[in-house]
Nanobody, 127 residues
Framework: QVQLVESGGGLVQAGGSLRLSCAAS????????MGWFRQAPGKEREFVAA????????GYADSVEGRFTISRDNAKNTLYLQMNSLKPEDTAIYYC????????????????????WGQGTQVTVSS
């Protein structure tokens, strides 16, 4: 079992930055690929970024590539999402998720590959 708690969301002006954190409990965090997803009002949940278990491989949605950076600290059982150059269209609830598989070389963009989800943290970007 993995329990996830996100933090770091808030209100920021366009062009600003935020750093989201996802604190994990459970002994298998360091073995699992992790991901960030987001859901805006009236829209479906969408993939934002993902990272493999070791942190050696990452992937991003086209909409955030070059602006967001995902990272992890397995010693601290924490996942991060550094968000720079924020835009109003980045406004959403952001969720971290832990994959159902462990180890491997890859990360996943499909929500169906994740078994554990946090409660989400609100990010609001004003224009």
């Amino acid at each position: 079992q993995v329990q996830l708690v996100e933090s770091g969301g808030g209100l920021v002006q366009a062009g600003g930055s935020l750093r989201l954190s996802c604190a994990a409990s459970g002994r298998t965090f360091s073995a699992r690929p992790m991901g960030w997803f987001r859901q805006a009002p009236g829209k479906e949940r969408e993939f934002v970024a993902a990272i493999n278990w070791s942190g050696s491989s990452t992937g991003y949605a086209d909409s955030v590539e070059g602006r967001f950076t995902i990272s992890r600290d397995n010693a601290k059982n924490t996942l991060y999402l550094q968000m720079n150059s924020l835009k109003p269209e980045d406004t959403a609830i952001y969720y971290c998720a832990a994959a159902k598989t462990m180890y491997g070389r890859t990360w996943y963009s499909q929500a169906s590959m994740y078994d554990y989800w946090g409660q989400g943290t609100q990010v609001t970007v004003s224009s």
